[in-house]
Structure formats: C-alpha cells, structure tokens
C-alpha cells in the first residue's frame, strides 16, 4: 500500500485526523527504510498525544528529500517539490486523490488508482485487513460463478455456513459499501476494480 501511494504525486483526502497522521508517519518510515531523505511539512501541527510512539525515522529537509505535506489548508502552502499532500480539502492540483473512510470503529478504507485498501490501525502503525469469514465465504462463491442473483448468494451461503439469512445480506451489502462486489439488477459479482 505504501508502495503505490508514494509512486506518483498524491493527495490523500479525509475528514479523519488520525488515519492521516499515522499514515503520514508510517509512509515516512517506509521512505526512510528505502534510503530517502523525509521530510514533514507542517510537523508542528502534529498532535503527539494521537501518536505516542517512537519515531523509526531521522526528518531530514534537503532538496533531495522526499517531501511530505502535512495538513495543508490551501495550494499556496504546497512546495513544488513533494510526494505526498494531506488536506481535509479537495486540492486543485492536478494530481491522483485518495480519499481515507471510516467503516467501523477502527477500520478505515483508502482508494488508490480505483483499488479499494481496507487497514486498520495498530499500535501506531497501518495493518492491511484481511478479509474473512461471511465476506471470504461470498467472495469465494463469487469467485467460482462469476455472478448469481441475490437470493442465490444468500441461500448457498446459508446452507454452508448456517448463518443467519439476514446477517448474510448485510455482509453483501457492506461488501458493497467497501467496494468488492457490485449490485445490478438484483445480481451480485465482484467488483474487477477491488484489489483481491
């Protein structure tokens, strides 16, 4: 996930303070660990008491550094050399967005070049989630038939696993919600843009 967030120009847009921060500092690791010189514009707006963990990387600002942008509020406040914006707003700046949501109380889902990350955050740090359980039970029927109807999905699904045939719909329908499969006329396949 790192990887192709830092590939080109980014802006990463979400109204979620803390998912920005921890991934701001987690990409500042990676960064580091490759060897890049990092920089964080706007360090002094961090919020340590949202971050209470040791720091994996020395900041250093040269003009070869890998310039990361911190909570900016306009484009005016935007060197021209930067590999990773953060805002709350939607910048005019020509460059691919990713947008951070909350799903539930602690797992979050970024959209990189129309693939879908589900993460979760643990003791400071990004951990992609896995997907499991119901929803690996209907990707997996997915997988095998392409696509089926919703009652069809439902009523295998319950036969397999004896789950209930309304907890089955809400699990399609938040796969829905998070980008995985798709709904069209009462027919439920995987979505080709998600990233299993």
Same mark, same amino acid.
């Given at each position: 996930?790192?990887?192709?967030? @830092?590939? @080109?120009?980014?802006?990463?847009?979400?109204?979620?303070?803390?998912?920005?921060?921890?991934?701001?500092? =987690?990409?500042?690791?990676?960064?580091?660990?490759?060897?890049? &010189?990092?920089?964080? *514009?706007?360090?002094?707006?961090?919020?340590?008491?949202?971050?209470?963990? &040791?720091?994996? *990387?020395?900041?250093?600002? @040269?003009?070869?550094?890998?310039?990361?942008? *911190? !909570?900016?509020?306009?484009?005016?406040?935007?060197?021209? =050399?930067? @590999?990773?914006?953060?805002?709350? +707003?939607?910048?005019?700046?020509?460059?691919?967005?990713?947008?951070?949501? +909350?799903?539930?109380?602690?797992?979050?889902?970024?959209?990189?070049?129309?693939?879908?990350?589900?993460?979760?955050?643990? &003791?400071?740090?990004?951990?992609?989630?896995?997907?499991?359980?119901?929803?690996?039970?209907?990707?997996?029927?997915?997988? !095998?038939?392409?696509?089926?109807?919703?009652?069809?999905?439902?009523?295998?699904?319950?036969?397999?696993?004896?789950?209930?045939?309304?907890?089955?719909?809400?699990?399609?329908? *938040?796969? +829905?919600?998070?980008?995985?499969? !798709?709904? +069209? =006329?009462?027919?439920?396949?995987? =979505?080709?843009?998600?990233?299993?």
């Amino acid at each position: 996930m790192f990887k192709e967030l @830092t590939q @080109t120009k980014r802006l990463i847009k979400s109204y979620y303070y803390y998912p920005k921060l921890v991934l701001v500092i =987690n990409i500042a690791q990676y960064l580091y660990n490759k060897g890049h &010189d990092v920089c964080i *514009f706007n360090f002094d707006k961090i919020k340590w008491e949202y971050y209470p963990y &040791d720091l994996n *990387f020395h900041m250093k600002c @040269t003009e070869k550094s890998e310039n990361i942008i *911190f !909570e900016v509020e306009d484009e005016s406040q935007i060197p021209n =050399n930067f @590999t990773l914006v953060t805002s709350i +707003k939607k910048l005019n700046l020509g460059i691919p967005v990713s947008e951070i949501q +909350k799903l539930d109380q602690n797992l979050f889902k970024i959209n990189i070049d129309n693939k879908i990350y589900l993460f979760r955050i643990i &003791d400071g740090k990004i951990v992609r989630e896995k997907i499991k359980g119901l929803s690996e039970e209907i990707i997996n029927l997915l997988k !095998e038939y392409n696509e089926l109807s919703l009652k069809e999905v439902v009523e295998i699904i319950y036969h397999k696993t004896k789950s209930s045939r309304d907890n089955i719909r809400k699990e399609i329908y *938040f796969l +829905k919600d998070i980008g995985i499969v !798709e709904i +069209k =006329n009462g027919r439920v396949l995987l =979505n080709n843009n998600s990233w299993l």
